[in-house]
């Protein structure tokens, strides 16, 4: 399967600053990237689906304007945490769709958020 | 609409024991099904997946599931639990909806020695 890194892998900021979390798709060409948050011993909530290219479709209850998405080549997401609170302390974790016809996604490691 | 239901929220077993993880499913369509593990602090990792090909699916490090329509169920099951398989398990199933997919709410794994 297809190799996903995401940087950085633990991240502390302050409330009120902004913070991005990049991933790559590093040996596969991902038309369609997922970012999902999950908070401890929850599940994975999907947030959003970036497509290469055009905008992202935000899931019911995601500010777009406070998670925003840039996926601007077939290798590279980005997910900006923007003026971010205490609450928006999460794991964050991108995914990679396989390919058109496939529903398989290969999963980044994931990205710590922490904010004090 | 889809949905998933991971029965347990956590199940123990002891080392060498056999290991099942519960999972309905619903779905108006043909769905794709998965089952993920997650270690702490760690990504997912594809244990083994259904397409609509054989309902017997056989994934890495010895788990596997069967696929059973008639009682919408994807459980997963491994003869013979190791201490490594301790962690968090997610059922997922996807097919509809421009890929979209919906993850159970896990099961976490505690293998005794």
């Known amino acids: 399967g297809a190799v996903v890194s995401q940087h950085p892998s633990r991240v502390i900021c302050k409330s009120g600053t902004s913070v991005k979390i990049e991933c790559r798709s590093l040996?596969?060409?991902?038309?369609?990237m997922f970012w999902y948050r999950q908070f401890p011993k929850q599940s994975l909530m999907l947030m959003a689906t970036?497509?290469?290219?055009?905008?992202?479709?935000?899931e019911q209850g995601v500010e777009k304007d406070k998670f925003l998405i840039n996926h601007a080549s077939l290798t590279l997401s980005t997910l900006t945490v923007t003026s971010a609170h205490p609450e928006d302390s999460s794991f964050y974790i991108c995914?990679?769709?396989?390919?058109?016809?496939?529903?398989?996604?290969?999963f980044g490691p994931g990205t710590r958020l922490t904010v004090t | 609409a889809q949905s998933v239901t991971q029965l347990d929220s956590h199940v123990s077993v002891s080392e060498g024991t056999p290991v099942l993880l519960r999972c309905n499913y619903s779905?108006?369509?043909?769905?794709?099904l998965f089952w993920y593990v997650q270690h702490p602090n760690k990504g997912l990792q594809l244990l083994l997946k259904?397409?609509?090909?054989?309902?017997l699916v056989k994934g890495i490090n010895g788990f596997e599931a069967e696929f059973k329509k008639s009682e919408t169920s994807f459980h997963l099951t491994k003869p013979s639990a190791h201490m490594s398989d301790a962690a968090e398990y997610f059922c997922?199933?996807?097919?509809?909806?421009?890929?979209?997919?919906?993850f159970g709410a896990g099961t976490r794994l505690f293998v005794k020695a």
């Open positions: 995914s990679v769709l396989a390919g058109a016809s496939s529903y398989e996604q290969y």
């Open positions: 040996d596969f060409q991902a038309t369609t």
């Open positions: 970036s497509n290469e290219g055009s905008k992202a479709t935000y």
């Open positions: 779905s108006s369509y043909s769905p794709s």
């Open positions: 259904y397409t609509s090909a054989a309902t």
């Open positions: 997922v199933v996807s097919g509809t909806g421009g890929f979209k997919t919906i």
